[in-house]
Protein backbone atom coordinates (compact mmCIF):
# COMPACT_ATOMS: atom_id res chain seq x y z
CA UNK A 1 0.00 0.00 0.00
CA UNK A 2 1.02 3.55 -0.78
CA UNK A 3 1.93 5.14 2.57
CA UNK A 4 2.96 8.60 0.88
CA UNK A 5 0.04 11.16 1.97
CA UNK A 6 -2.20 12.77 -1.31
CA UNK A 7 -2.00 16.72 -2.04
CA UNK A 8 -4.72 18.06 -4.31
CA UNK A 9 -3.34 21.08 -6.24
CA UNK A 10 -6.62 22.65 -7.28
CA UNK A 11 -5.35 26.03 -8.78
CA UNK A 12 -2.45 26.69 -11.02
CA UNK A 13 0.49 26.34 -8.58
CA UNK A 14 4.62 27.46 -9.12
CA UNK A 15 7.01 24.38 -10.99
CA UNK A 16 8.93 24.84 -8.14
CA UNK A 17 6.45 24.33 -5.68
CA UNK A 18 4.70 20.79 -7.14
CA UNK A 19 8.64 19.63 -7.17
CA UNK A 20 8.65 20.10 -3.43
CA UNK A 21 5.66 18.17 -2.84
CA UNK A 22 6.02 15.75 -5.16
CA UNK A 23 9.20 15.23 -3.32
CA UNK A 24 7.27 14.05 -0.30
CA UNK A 25 3.93 13.18 -1.49
CA UNK A 26 1.15 11.90 -4.57
CA UNK A 27 0.33 15.78 -6.08
CA UNK A 28 -2.97 15.29 -7.86
CA UNK A 29 -3.61 18.36 -9.80
CA UNK A 30 -6.47 19.07 -10.72
CA UNK A 31 -7.84 22.67 -11.96
CA UNK A 32 -11.47 23.86 -12.31
CA UNK A 33 -13.22 21.60 -10.30
CA UNK A 34 -16.71 22.52 -9.35
CA UNK A 35 -17.57 22.61 -5.32
CA UNK A 36 -19.62 18.95 -5.74
CA UNK A 37 -16.10 17.66 -8.02
CA UNK A 38 -13.78 19.04 -4.83
CA UNK A 39 -16.46 17.48 -2.07
CA UNK A 40 -16.15 14.63 -3.87
CA UNK A 41 -12.10 14.22 -4.05
CA UNK A 42 -11.36 15.68 -0.84
CA UNK A 43 -12.17 12.12 0.80
CA UNK A 44 -8.84 11.00 -0.54
CA UNK A 45 -6.13 13.69 -0.13
CA UNK A 46 -4.81 14.85 3.06
CA UNK A 47 -3.72 18.01 2.33
CA UNK A 48 -5.31 20.72 -0.18
CA UNK A 49 -3.79 23.77 -2.37
CA UNK A 50 -5.56 26.54 -3.36
CA UNK A 51 -5.04 30.15 -4.35
CA UNK A 52 -7.86 32.95 -3.92
CA UNK A 53 -10.13 31.27 -6.65
CA UNK A 54 -11.19 28.45 -4.39
CA UNK A 55 -13.63 28.54 -1.72
CA UNK A 56 -12.74 26.15 1.28
CA UNK A 57 -16.15 26.10 2.90
CA UNK A 58 -17.68 24.06 5.64
CA UNK A 59 -18.65 21.31 3.53
CA UNK A 60 -15.26 20.75 1.89
CA UNK A 61 -14.40 19.69 5.70
CA UNK A 62 -17.25 17.78 6.55
CA UNK A 63 -16.50 15.91 2.97
CA UNK A 64 -13.15 15.30 3.99
CA UNK A 65 -14.48 12.29 6.52
CA UNK A 66 -11.36 13.98 9.50
CA UNK A 67 -8.96 12.74 6.27
CA UNK A 68 -7.73 16.51 5.40
CA UNK A 69 -5.02 17.53 7.36
CA UNK A 70 -3.66 20.49 5.45
CA UNK A 71 -4.96 23.39 4.02
CA UNK A 72 -2.24 25.31 1.64
CA UNK A 73 -3.30 29.01 0.50
CA UNK A 74 -0.32 29.85 -1.79
CA UNK A 75 -0.77 33.90 -1.02
CA UNK A 76 -1.66 36.06 1.46
CA UNK A 77 -5.49 36.62 2.23
CA UNK A 78 -7.48 33.57 3.15
CA UNK A 79 -11.19 35.27 2.93
CA UNK A 80 -11.39 32.23 0.54
CA UNK A 81 -11.33 29.68 3.50
CA UNK A 82 -13.83 29.13 6.78
CA UNK A 83 -11.30 29.53 9.49
CA UNK A 84 -13.63 28.01 11.33
CA UNK A 85 -14.34 25.08 9.94
CA UNK A 86 -10.54 24.10 9.18
CA UNK A 87 -10.09 24.66 12.95
CA UNK A 88 -13.38 22.28 14.00
CA UNK A 89 -12.17 19.61 11.98
CA UNK A 90 -9.01 19.98 13.22
CA UNK A 91 -7.13 20.93 9.56
CA UNK A 92 -4.48 23.63 10.12
CA UNK A 93 -4.52 26.23 7.28
CA UNK A 94 -0.74 27.73 6.29
CA UNK A 95 -0.39 30.59 3.82
CA UNK A 96 2.27 32.42 1.55
CA UNK A 97 2.21 36.06 3.38
CA UNK A 98 5.45 37.26 1.88
CA UNK A 99 6.37 35.89 -1.71
CA UNK A 100 4.19 37.82 -3.63
CA UNK A 101 4.22 41.70 -1.79
CA UNK A 102 6.04 43.12 -4.62
CA UNK A 103 4.49 41.89 -7.24
CA UNK A 104 1.24 43.13 -5.63
CA UNK A 105 3.32 46.85 -5.37
CA UNK A 106 4.61 46.18 -8.90
CA UNK A 107 0.63 45.80 -9.89
CA UNK A 108 -0.23 48.86 -7.83
CA UNK A 109 2.13 51.50 -9.65
CA UNK A 110 1.25 49.30 -13.28
CA UNK A 111 -2.47 50.93 -12.80
CA UNK A 112 -1.13 54.21 -11.12
CA UNK A 113 0.89 54.50 -14.31
CA UNK A 114 -1.89 52.88 -17.12
CA UNK A 115 -4.55 54.52 -15.34
CA UNK A 116 -2.85 58.30 -15.70
CA UNK A 117 -2.14 58.19 -19.17
CA UNK A 118 -5.50 56.01 -20.16
CA UNK A 119 -3.21 53.23 -21.72
CA UNK A 120 -6.01 50.39 -21.52
CA UNK A 121 -8.67 52.51 -22.92
CA UNK A 122 -6.65 53.97 -25.91
CA UNK A 123 -5.34 50.30 -26.23
CA UNK A 124 -9.10 49.15 -27.11
CA UNK A 125 -8.93 52.25 -29.03
CA UNK A 126 -6.35 51.84 -31.39
CA UNK A 127 -7.44 48.03 -31.82
CA UNK A 128 -10.63 49.25 -33.11
CA UNK A 129 -9.29 51.22 -35.78
CA UNK A 130 -9.22 54.47 -34.07
CA UNK A 131 -6.80 57.25 -33.82
CA UNK A 132 -7.93 59.44 -30.63
CA UNK A 133 -5.05 61.72 -30.33
CA UNK A 134 -6.60 63.69 -28.35
CA UNK A 135 -9.24 61.51 -26.56
CA UNK A 136 -6.48 60.22 -24.39
CA UNK A 137 -4.21 62.97 -23.00
CA UNK A 138 -3.47 61.92 -19.71
CA UNK A 139 -2.26 63.82 -16.44
CA UNK A 140 1.31 63.34 -15.17
CA UNK A 141 2.33 61.80 -11.63
CA UNK A 142 5.53 64.38 -11.19
CA UNK A 143 4.70 66.16 -8.35
CA UNK A 144 1.19 65.14 -7.48
CA UNK A 145 0.65 63.76 -3.96
CA UNK A 146 -0.02 59.98 -3.58
CA UNK A 147 -1.70 59.08 -0.71
CA UNK A 148 -0.89 55.73 0.60
CA UNK A 149 -3.46 53.54 2.83
CA UNK A 150 -2.12 51.29 4.57
CA UNK A 151 1.48 51.72 5.21
CA UNK A 152 2.05 48.05 5.59
CA UNK A 153 4.30 45.40 3.21
CA UNK A 154 2.65 45.90 -0.13
CA UNK A 155 1.83 49.89 1.12
CA UNK A 156 5.59 50.43 2.01
CA UNK A 157 6.37 49.02 -1.09
CA UNK A 158 4.32 51.20 -3.59
CA UNK A 159 5.21 54.64 -1.74
CA UNK A 160 8.88 54.01 -2.20
CA UNK A 161 8.55 53.48 -6.29
CA UNK A 162 5.84 56.14 -5.88
CA UNK A 163 8.77 58.45 -4.59
CA UNK A 164 10.84 57.45 -7.69
CA UNK A 165 8.67 58.69 -10.01
CA UNK A 166 8.64 62.18 -8.50
CA UNK A 167 5.77 61.90 -6.42
CA UNK A 168 5.15 63.59 -3.20
CA UNK A 169 3.76 60.61 -1.25
CA UNK A 170 1.90 60.61 2.24
CA UNK A 171 0.14 57.72 4.08
CA UNK A 172 -2.37 56.63 6.39
CA UNK A 173 -1.79 53.80 9.03
CA UNK A 174 -3.38 54.64 12.38
CA UNK A 175 -1.04 51.63 13.74
CA UNK A 176 2.60 52.34 11.37
CA UNK A 177 5.37 53.63 13.55
CA UNK A 178 6.10 57.71 11.71
CA UNK A 179 9.62 57.00 11.69
CA UNK A 180 9.60 53.60 9.33
CA UNK A 181 7.81 56.33 6.69
CA UNK A 182 10.13 58.77 7.94
CA UNK A 183 12.82 56.62 6.55
CA UNK A 184 11.86 56.51 3.25
CA UNK A 185 10.24 59.92 3.31
CA UNK A 186 6.83 59.33 3.74
CA UNK A 187 4.54 61.46 6.10
CA UNK A 188 2.11 59.44 7.77
CA UNK A 189 -1.11 61.81 8.21
CA UNK A 190 -4.37 61.35 9.16
CA UNK A 191 -7.23 60.01 7.33
CA UNK A 192 -9.13 62.91 6.42
CA UNK A 193 -6.01 65.03 5.94
CA UNK A 194 -4.95 62.05 3.50
CA UNK A 195 -8.42 62.39 1.84
CA UNK A 196 -8.30 66.10 1.09
CA UNK A 197 -4.59 66.75 -0.04
CA UNK A 198 -4.97 63.06 -2.40
CA UNK A 199 -4.37 63.35 -6.30
CA UNK A 200 -3.78 60.12 -6.41
CA UNK A 201 -5.73 57.37 -3.40
CA UNK A 202 -3.95 53.84 -3.15
CA UNK A 203 -5.03 51.54 -0.95
CA UNK A 204 -3.15 48.64 0.88
CA UNK A 205 -4.78 48.25 3.78
CA UNK A 206 -6.57 44.33 4.94
CA UNK A 207 -10.32 44.26 4.69
CA UNK A 208 -11.53 44.11 8.59
CA UNK A 209 -14.76 45.13 9.99
CA UNK A 210 -13.00 48.81 10.44
CA UNK A 211 -11.98 48.72 6.93
CA UNK A 212 -15.13 47.55 5.21
CA UNK A 213 -16.43 49.93 2.61
CA UNK A 214 -14.16 52.65 3.94
CA UNK A 215 -14.08 54.40 0.93
CA UNK A 216 -18.14 55.68 0.90
CA UNK A 217 -20.39 58.56 -0.13
CA UNK A 218 -19.60 59.80 2.62
CA UNK A 219 -15.37 59.91 2.20
CA UNK A 220 -15.69 60.39 -1.29
CA UNK A 221 -16.99 64.13 -0.81
CA UNK A 222 -14.27 64.44 1.56
CA UNK A 223 -11.67 63.75 -1.67
CA UNK A 224 -10.10 66.18 -3.91
CA UNK A 225 -12.33 66.80 -7.70
CA UNK A 226 -10.79 64.47 -9.78
CA UNK A 227 -9.06 62.50 -7.05
CA UNK A 228 -7.94 59.01 -9.22
CA UNK A 229 -8.04 55.65 -7.11
CA UNK A 230 -6.03 52.44 -7.24
CA UNK A 231 -7.27 49.60 -5.47
CA UNK A 232 -5.03 46.42 -5.24
CA UNK A 233 -6.28 45.50 -1.90
CA UNK A 234 -9.75 43.95 -1.17
CA UNK A 235 -12.95 45.20 -3.11
CA UNK A 236 -14.84 45.46 0.03
CA UNK A 237 -12.56 48.17 0.72
CA UNK A 238 -14.79 50.60 -1.33
CA UNK A 239 -18.54 51.01 -1.41
CA UNK A 240 -19.13 50.08 -5.21
CA UNK A 241 -21.91 51.64 -5.82
CA UNK A 242 -20.72 54.77 -3.86
CA UNK A 243 -17.66 54.83 -6.30
CA UNK A 244 -19.57 54.17 -9.31
CA UNK A 245 -21.86 57.67 -8.04
CA UNK A 246 -18.83 59.27 -7.44
CA UNK A 247 -17.41 58.84 -10.97
CA UNK A 248 -20.62 59.90 -12.25
CA UNK A 249 -20.18 63.13 -10.64
CA UNK A 250 -16.73 63.68 -11.20
CA UNK A 251 -15.77 63.74 -7.92
CA UNK A 252 -13.29 60.40 -8.72
CA UNK A 253 -11.90 61.04 -12.19
CA UNK A 254 -10.70 57.25 -12.99
CA UNK A 255 -10.08 54.12 -10.99
CA UNK A 256 -8.00 51.16 -11.71
CA UNK A 257 -8.99 48.26 -9.70
CA UNK A 258 -7.56 44.68 -9.28
CA UNK A 259 -10.41 43.22 -6.78
CA UNK A 260 -13.85 43.25 -6.37
CA UNK A 261 -16.31 42.56 -3.98
CA UNK A 262 -17.46 39.91 -5.80
CA UNK A 263 -14.91 37.81 -8.20
CA UNK A 264 -15.30 37.37 -10.75
CA UNK A 265 -17.74 40.64 -10.81
CA UNK A 266 -21.11 40.28 -12.88
CA UNK A 267 -20.87 40.86 -16.34
CA UNK A 268 -23.22 43.86 -16.42
CA UNK A 269 -21.26 45.39 -13.44
CA UNK A 270 -21.59 49.37 -13.86
CA UNK A 271 -18.28 49.84 -12.42
CA UNK A 272 -15.92 47.51 -14.80
CA UNK A 273 -18.12 48.87 -17.67
CA UNK A 274 -17.29 52.80 -17.22
CA UNK A 275 -15.57 54.48 -18.98
CA UNK A 276 -13.31 55.67 -16.29
CA UNK A 277 -12.40 52.81 -14.88
CA UNK A 278 -9.51 50.69 -15.66
CA UNK A 279 -10.19 46.66 -14.33
CA UNK A 280 -8.38 43.67 -14.02
CA UNK A 281 -8.85 40.09 -12.86
CA UNK A 282 -7.15 40.32 -9.85
CA UNK A 283 -3.87 40.12 -10.80
CA UNK A 284 -1.72 41.77 -8.02
CA UNK A 285 -0.08 37.85 -7.29
CA UNK A 286 0.57 37.00 -10.70
CA UNK A 287 3.79 37.31 -12.39
CA UNK A 288 5.82 34.00 -13.10
CA UNK A 289 8.63 35.23 -10.00
CA UNK A 290 5.85 35.87 -7.18
CA UNK A 291 3.82 32.39 -7.91
CA UNK A 292 7.35 30.50 -8.00
CA UNK A 293 7.81 32.76 -4.94
CA UNK A 294 4.46 31.81 -3.03
CA UNK A 295 4.51 27.86 -4.82
CA UNK A 296 7.83 27.30 -2.17
CA UNK A 297 6.71 28.79 0.51
CA UNK A 298 3.14 27.28 0.61
CA UNK A 299 4.96 23.85 -0.19
CA UNK A 300 7.30 24.06 2.55
CA UNK A 301 4.87 24.96 4.73
CA UNK A 302 2.54 21.98 3.23
CA UNK A 303 5.26 19.42 3.95
CA UNK A 304 6.30 20.81 6.97
CA UNK A 305 2.54 20.54 8.37
CA UNK A 306 2.41 16.67 7.06
CA UNK A 307 5.29 15.80 8.76
CA UNK A 308 3.90 17.52 11.97
CA UNK A 309 5.56 20.37 12.07
CA UNK A 310 4.70 23.70 13.45
CA UNK A 311 5.01 25.99 10.35
CA UNK A 312 5.63 30.08 10.60
CA UNK A 313 2.78 30.73 8.66
CA UNK A 314 0.05 28.54 10.03
CA UNK A 315 -2.72 30.95 10.18
CA UNK A 316 -4.98 28.39 12.67
CA UNK A 317 -1.92 26.59 14.98
CA UNK A 318 -3.30 26.21 18.62
CA UNK A 319 -0.76 28.14 20.36
CA UNK A 320 -0.24 25.42 23.27
CA UNK A 321 -0.53 22.04 24.20
CA UNK A 322 -3.16 20.87 25.78
CA UNK A 323 -2.17 19.88 29.52
CA UNK A 324 -0.62 23.61 29.17
CA UNK A 325 -3.54 24.92 28.48
CA UNK A 326 -6.01 23.71 31.24
CA UNK A 327 -4.38 26.04 33.85
CA UNK A 328 -3.44 29.16 31.14
CA UNK A 329 -6.26 28.76 28.90
CA UNK A 330 -8.47 32.20 30.32
CA UNK A 331 -5.15 34.08 30.87
CA UNK A 332 -4.44 33.44 27.09
CA UNK A 333 -8.10 34.79 25.77
CA UNK A 334 -7.30 37.35 28.47
CA UNK A 335 -3.59 38.28 26.93
CA UNK A 336 -5.23 38.63 23.52
CA UNK A 337 -8.58 40.61 23.89
CA UNK A 338 -6.18 42.74 26.37
CA UNK A 339 -4.18 43.27 23.25
CA UNK A 340 -7.33 44.05 21.05
CA UNK A 341 -8.74 46.24 23.04
CA UNK A 342 -5.63 47.91 23.47
CA UNK A 343 -4.92 48.35 19.69
CA UNK A 344 -8.44 49.90 18.87
CA UNK A 345 -7.65 52.81 21.54
CA UNK A 346 -4.78 54.55 19.31
CA UNK A 347 -5.62 56.88 17.35
CA UNK A 348 -5.18 57.26 13.92
CA UNK A 349 -2.13 58.85 12.84
CA UNK A 350 -0.06 57.89 16.41
CA UNK A 351 1.41 54.27 15.01
CA UNK A 352 1.73 51.95 17.56
CA UNK A 353 5.66 51.39 18.49
CA UNK A 354 6.52 50.79 22.18
CA UNK A 355 4.11 48.38 23.79
CA UNK A 356 4.55 47.26 27.66
CA UNK A 357 3.25 44.52 29.37
CA UNK A 358 2.93 43.77 33.38
CA UNK A 359 2.04 40.39 34.64
CA UNK A 360 0.97 40.72 38.67
CA UNK A 361 1.46 37.28 39.97
CA UNK A 362 2.45 35.99 42.89
CA UNK A 363 4.27 32.82 41.04
CA UNK A 364 7.98 32.35 41.47
CA UNK A 365 9.35 34.47 38.49
CA UNK A 366 11.32 31.03 36.47
CA UNK A 367 7.60 29.39 37.14
CA UNK A 368 5.49 31.23 35.22
CA UNK A 369 6.69 31.45 31.30
CA UNK A 370 5.05 34.46 29.69
CA UNK A 371 6.04 33.43 26.07
CA UNK A 372 3.00 32.48 24.89
CA UNK A 373 1.02 35.10 26.60
CA UNK A 374 3.20 38.02 25.28
CA UNK A 375 2.35 35.88 21.75
CA UNK A 376 -1.74 36.27 22.33
CA UNK A 377 -0.92 40.10 23.24
CA UNK A 378 1.30 40.25 20.32
CA UNK A 379 -1.53 38.37 18.08
CA UNK A 380 -4.67 40.49 19.59
CA UNK A 381 -2.45 43.61 18.67
CA UNK A 382 -1.67 42.63 15.21
CA UNK A 383 -4.27 40.42 13.63
CA UNK A 384 -7.41 42.72 13.62
CA UNK A 385 -5.27 45.43 11.94
CA UNK A 386 -3.36 43.38 9.45
CA UNK A 387 -3.12 40.00 6.68
CA UNK A 388 -0.47 38.56 9.04
CA UNK A 389 -1.87 35.71 11.15
CA UNK A 390 0.39 35.17 14.41
CA UNK A 391 1.41 31.82 15.97
CA UNK A 392 3.78 31.06 18.55
CA UNK A 393 6.57 30.27 16.05
CA UNK A 394 5.99 33.40 14.60
CA UNK A 395 4.92 36.13 16.92
CA UNK A 396 8.28 37.52 18.25
CA UNK A 397 9.42 38.00 14.54
CA UNK A 398 6.81 39.34 13.45
CA UNK A 399 6.12 42.13 15.72
CA UNK A 400 10.02 43.13 15.65
CA UNK A 401 9.04 43.09 11.74
CA UNK A 402 6.35 45.87 12.31
CA UNK A 403 8.66 48.14 14.43
CA UNK A 404 6.41 46.91 17.72
CA UNK A 405 8.87 46.96 20.73
CA UNK A 406 7.19 44.71 23.49
CA UNK A 407 8.75 44.76 26.87
CA UNK A 408 7.50 42.53 29.60
CA UNK A 409 7.83 43.20 33.45
CA UNK A 410 6.98 40.72 36.45
CA UNK A 411 4.91 42.13 39.50
CA UNK A 412 5.69 39.61 42.08
CA UNK A 413 2.38 39.52 44.46
CA UNK A 414 2.43 38.41 47.97
CA UNK A 415 -0.26 35.79 48.81
CA UNK A 416 -0.70 32.38 47.48
CA UNK A 417 0.22 31.47 43.84
CA UNK A 418 -3.23 29.35 43.46
CA UNK A 419 -3.86 30.95 40.13
CA UNK A 420 -0.47 31.92 38.20
CA UNK A 421 -1.39 35.61 37.55
CA UNK A 422 -3.47 38.32 39.05
CA UNK A 423 -3.48 40.74 36.37
CA UNK A 424 -2.16 41.70 32.78
CA UNK A 425 -1.47 45.06 32.17
CA UNK A 426 -1.28 46.03 28.71
CA UNK A 427 0.52 49.80 27.99
CA UNK A 428 1.04 51.96 24.96
CA UNK A 429 3.42 54.39 25.11
CA UNK A 430 4.10 57.67 22.74
CA UNK A 431 0.81 57.39 21.54
CA UNK A 432 -2.51 59.46 21.33
CA UNK A 433 -5.47 57.85 21.85
CA UNK A 434 -9.21 57.90 20.38
CA UNK A 435 -10.49 57.59 24.23
CA UNK A 436 -8.52 59.99 25.97
CA UNK A 437 -9.77 58.46 29.26
CA UNK A 438 -7.94 55.45 28.28
CA UNK A 439 -4.64 57.65 29.28
CA UNK A 440 -3.21 56.48 32.64
CA UNK A 441 -1.64 59.37 34.79
CA UNK A 442 1.63 58.40 33.30
CA UNK A 443 0.66 59.14 29.94
CA UNK A 444 0.15 55.47 28.03
CA UNK A 445 -2.95 54.01 26.68
CA UNK A 446 -3.16 51.16 29.10
CA UNK A 447 -5.68 48.51 29.69
CA UNK A 448 -5.69 45.68 33.15
CA UNK A 449 -7.56 42.65 33.32
CA UNK A 450 -8.34 40.01 35.27
CA UNK A 451 -9.56 36.24 35.43
CA UNK A 452 -12.77 35.78 37.45
CA UNK A 453 -14.24 32.55 37.98
CA UNK A 454 -12.22 31.54 34.84
CA UNK A 455 -13.47 34.50 32.55
CA UNK A 456 -11.65 37.36 31.35
CA UNK A 457 -12.53 40.85 32.75
CA UNK A 458 -11.54 43.98 31.68
CA UNK A 459 -10.56 45.55 35.16
CA UNK A 460 -8.77 49.20 34.29
CA UNK A 461 -8.67 51.35 31.83
CA UNK A 462 -6.04 54.60 32.21
CA UNK A 463 -6.52 55.00 35.60
CA UNK A 464 -9.98 54.34 36.07
CA UNK A 465 -11.08 51.00 37.82
CA UNK A 466 -14.57 48.94 35.81
CA UNK A 467 -15.30 45.81 35.78
CA UNK A 468 -16.40 44.05 32.66
CA UNK A 469 -16.43 40.78 31.73
CA UNK A 470 -14.41 40.42 27.84
CA UNK A 471 -17.18 38.21 25.96
CA UNK A 472 -19.17 40.33 22.90
CA UNK A 473 -18.33 43.66 22.94
CA UNK A 474 -17.37 47.05 24.66
CA UNK A 475 -18.49 50.05 24.77
CA UNK A 476 -16.50 52.89 26.68
CA UNK A 477 -17.75 56.37 27.64
CA UNK A 478 -16.66 58.81 29.60
CA UNK A 479 -18.86 61.49 31.54
CA UNK A 480 -18.70 63.37 34.39
CA UNK A 481 -20.52 61.24 37.49
CA UNK A 482 -24.05 61.85 38.01
CA UNK A 483 -27.36 59.68 37.92
CA UNK A 484 -29.26 58.30 35.50
CA UNK A 485 -26.02 57.22 33.01
CA UNK A 486 -26.91 53.93 32.90
CA UNK A 487 -30.17 54.27 31.74
CA UNK A 488 -29.63 56.40 29.05
CA UNK A 489 -27.35 55.04 27.01
CA UNK A 490 -29.39 51.11 28.47
CA UNK A 491 -32.22 52.38 26.67
CA UNK A 492 -30.66 54.09 23.09
CA UNK A 493 -29.62 50.16 23.10
CA UNK A 494 -32.94 48.72 23.94
CA UNK A 495 -34.85 50.79 20.92
CA UNK A 496 -32.35 48.48 18.91
CA UNK A 497 -32.39 45.18 20.68
CA UNK A 498 -28.62 44.96 21.30
CA UNK A 499 -28.45 43.24 24.90
CA UNK A 500 -26.39 44.79 27.38
CA UNK A 501 -24.51 42.08 29.16
CA UNK A 502 -22.34 43.77 31.79
CA UNK A 503 -22.33 47.33 33.06
CA UNK A 504 -20.16 48.91 35.25
CA UNK A 505 -18.68 52.27 36.45
CA UNK A 506 -15.32 53.76 37.35
CA UNK A 507 -14.69 57.16 38.92
CA UNK A 508 -12.37 58.67 40.63
CA UNK A 509 -14.72 60.32 43.23
CA UNK A 510 -18.54 60.64 43.36
CA UNK A 511 -19.85 63.22 41.11
CA UNK A 512 -16.59 63.80 39.49
CA UNK A 513 -14.73 62.43 36.15
CA UNK A 514 -15.95 58.66 35.41
CA UNK A 515 -15.74 56.13 33.01
CA UNK A 516 -18.52 53.69 31.85
CA UNK A 517 -17.90 50.43 30.47
CA UNK A 518 -21.04 48.54 28.69
CA UNK A 519 -20.65 44.82 27.60
CA UNK A 520 -22.77 44.22 24.30
CA UNK A 521 -23.58 40.96 22.77
CA UNK A 522 -24.74 42.31 20.01
CA UNK A 523 -22.84 45.32 17.29
CA UNK A 524 -25.06 48.41 17.64
CA UNK A 525 -25.69 50.29 14.01
CA UNK A 526 -23.72 53.35 13.26
CA UNK A 527 -27.12 55.36 14.41
CA UNK A 528 -26.85 54.09 17.84
CA UNK A 529 -23.61 54.71 18.37
CA UNK A 530 -24.25 58.54 17.19
CA UNK A 531 -27.35 58.91 19.66
CA UNK A 532 -25.21 57.81 22.32
CA UNK A 533 -23.19 60.16 21.38
CA UNK A 534 -25.29 62.56 21.25
CA UNK A 535 -25.96 62.21 24.94
CA UNK A 536 -25.36 65.86 26.76
CA UNK A 537 -23.08 64.28 29.71
CA UNK A 538 -20.75 61.82 27.52
CA UNK A 539 -18.21 63.53 26.38
CA UNK A 540 -16.22 61.10 24.58
CA UNK A 541 -17.15 57.42 23.77
CA UNK A 542 -15.64 54.12 21.76
CA UNK A 543 -16.99 50.85 20.72
CA UNK A 544 -14.23 48.09 20.96
CA UNK A 545 -14.88 44.63 19.27
CA UNK A 546 -13.47 41.53 20.68
N1 LIG B 1 -4.31 42.09 -5.49
C1 LIG B 1 -3.58 41.09 -5.07
O1 LIG B 1 -3.36 40.12 -5.77
C2 LIG B 1 -2.99 41.12 -3.69
C3 LIG B 1 -3.63 41.79 -2.69
N2 LIG B 1 -3.10 41.84 -1.42
C4 LIG B 1 -3.84 42.61 -0.43
O2 LIG B 1 -3.10 43.78 -0.12
C5 LIG B 1 -3.44 44.22 1.19
C6 LIG B 1 -2.18 44.57 1.98
O3 LIG B 1 -1.39 43.41 2.15
P1 LIG B 1 -0.05 43.47 3.03
O4 LIG B 1 0.65 44.74 2.73
O5 LIG B 1 0.62 42.17 2.84
O6 LIG B 1 -0.67 43.53 4.50
P2 LIG B 1 0.02 44.14 5.82
O7 LIG B 1 -0.72 43.52 6.94
O8 LIG B 1 1.49 44.00 5.75
O9 LIG B 1 -0.33 45.70 5.73
C7 LIG B 1 -1.60 46.22 5.96
C8 LIG B 1 -1.43 47.57 6.65
O10 LIG B 1 -2.71 48.18 6.74
C9 LIG B 1 -2.75 48.88 7.97
N3 LIG B 1 -4.13 49.20 8.37
C10 LIG B 1 -4.98 48.46 9.12
N4 LIG B 1 -6.13 49.13 9.29
C11 LIG B 1 -6.01 50.30 8.61
C12 LIG B 1 -6.87 51.40 8.41
N5 LIG B 1 -8.09 51.45 8.94
N6 LIG B 1 -6.42 52.44 7.67
C13 LIG B 1 -5.18 52.41 7.12
N7 LIG B 1 -4.32 51.39 7.29
C14 LIG B 1 -4.73 50.35 8.02
C15 LIG B 1 -2.00 47.99 8.94
O11 LIG B 1 -1.51 48.72 10.05
C16 LIG B 1 -0.88 47.47 8.07
O12 LIG B 1 0.29 48.25 8.19
C17 LIG B 1 -4.27 43.10 1.80
O13 LIG B 1 -5.63 43.46 1.67
C18 LIG B 1 -3.98 41.91 0.92
O14 LIG B 1 -5.03 40.99 0.95
C19 LIG B 1 -1.90 41.28 -1.12
C20 LIG B 1 -1.22 40.58 -2.09
C21 LIG B 1 -1.73 40.40 -3.44
O1 LIG C 1 -2.28 36.84 -1.88
C1 LIG C 1 -3.35 37.49 -1.91
O2 LIG C 1 -3.95 37.89 -0.92
C2 LIG C 1 -3.93 37.80 -3.21
O3 LIG C 1 -4.85 38.57 -3.27
C3 LIG C 1 -3.45 37.08 -4.40
O4 LIG C 1 -4.44 36.15 -4.78
P1 LIG C 1 -4.11 35.01 -5.85
O5 LIG C 1 -3.10 34.11 -5.21
O6 LIG C 1 -3.56 35.68 -7.04
O7 LIG C 1 -5.39 34.31 -6.12
Not at 90 to 107: D, K, S
Request: glycine share 8%; with cysteine.
Amino acid sequence: MDSKPTVLVAEKLGEAGLKLLKEFANVDCSYNLSPEELCTKISLCDALVVRSGTKVTREIFESSGGRLKVVGRAGVGIDNVDLAAATEHGCLVVNAPTANTVAAAEHGIALLTAMARNVAQADASIKAGKWLRNKYVGVSLVGKTLAVMGFGKVGSEVARRAKGLGMHVIAHDPYAAADRARAIGVELVSFDEALASADFISLHMPLTPATKKILNDETFAKMKKGVRIVNVARGGVIDEEALVRALDAGIVAQAALDVFTEEPPPQDSKLIQHENVTATPHLGASTTEAQEGVAIEVAEAVVGALKGELSATAVNAPMVPAEVLTELKPFVVLAEKLGRLAVQLVAGGSGVKSVKVKYGSARAPDDLDTRLLRAMITKGMIEPISSVFINLVNADFTAKQRGLQISEERILLDGSPESPIEFIQVQIANVESKFASAISDSGEIRVEGRVKDGVPHLTKVGSFEVDVSLEGSIILCSQVDQPGMIGKVGSVLGEENVNVSFMSVGRIAPRKQAVMAIGVDEQPSKDSLKKIGEIPAIQEFVFLGL
